[in-house]
């Protein structure tokens, strides 16, 4: 079967670093989603990954290793507004997404 | 507007009552998606339109019934429900159904079933 897999609740500090680890099985590979979602709203899109290796976006990066199976996103110099869950998501190959459970990240002052 | 858009956000029902949830996407895509949010459960995909042609329906129960009258407005009816069916209700779109596409969602619907 399909499974993704990531931590229920994570806590960390203002201004400290996170990294919210995600591994998969899936039928087939088009790619890795991260979503945001703040309590009562929608999940908005952060970042997409189809190729190993890191992408950058400001505050927010995201990691790959297909042979692995597995991916990150990194939240750096985190700020309250940065508590959240976030949801991995993969595409298999019938271009349907595989959700995770979500990550519920507890930012503290 | 822009972007996606639900209506209502709040929706309280009787397991007898009939009710309907609205989703409308500004974005100029050809597929919409209806998905459940349960708490602490990936979410679940319901249905998948693709220019307003049904593509999927992943073992849904029969009281729930989507509409799509064209590829900006999507419909989920609803009739008697059961209190297990109370979840967030989640609308997306995307550019295209077959393609490694983002998908968008609204804000949601949160359905309470008496």
């Known amino acids: 079967g399909q499974n993704i897999d990531q931590p229920t609740e994570m806590t960390a500090t203002e201004g400290a670093i996170v990294q919210i680890n995600c591994t998969y099985q899936t039928s087939g590979f088009n790619g890795l989603f991260w979503y945001q979602q703040h309590a009562g709203e929608a999940p908005t899109f952060l970042s997409y990954n189809v190729l190993d290796g890191l992408e950058e976006k400001g505050r927010f990066s995201s990691f790959l290793s297909r042979s692995k199976g597995y991916s990150y996103l990194l939240l750096k110099e985190l700020q309250m507004k940065d508590s959240a869950s976030y949801l991995c998501a993969v595409m298999d190959s019938n271009y349907q997404l595989i959700w995770g459970a979500g990550t519920k990240l507890i930012i503290k002052p | 507007e822009t972007g996606v858009t639900q209506t209502p956000r709040h929706l309280v029902m009787g397991m007898t009552n009939k009710k309907s949830l609205k989703c409308e996407q500004h974005?100029?895509?050809?597929?919409m998606y209806w998905y459940k949010q349960s708490a602490k459960k990936p979410l679940e995909l319901m249905f998948v339109y693709n220019f307003k042609e049904q593509t999927e329906n992943n073992s849904v129960p029969s009281r729930f019934s989507p509409e799509c009258p064209n590829s900006s407005h999507l419909f989920l009816h609803l009739h008697t429900l059961q209190p297990e069916d109370s979840a967030l209700y989640l609308c997306a779109s995307s550019q295209e159904r077959e393609g490694p596409d983002t998908q968008y969602f609204g804000p949601g619907t949160r359905l309470t079933v008496l």
């Open positions: 974005l100029g895509h050809n597929a």
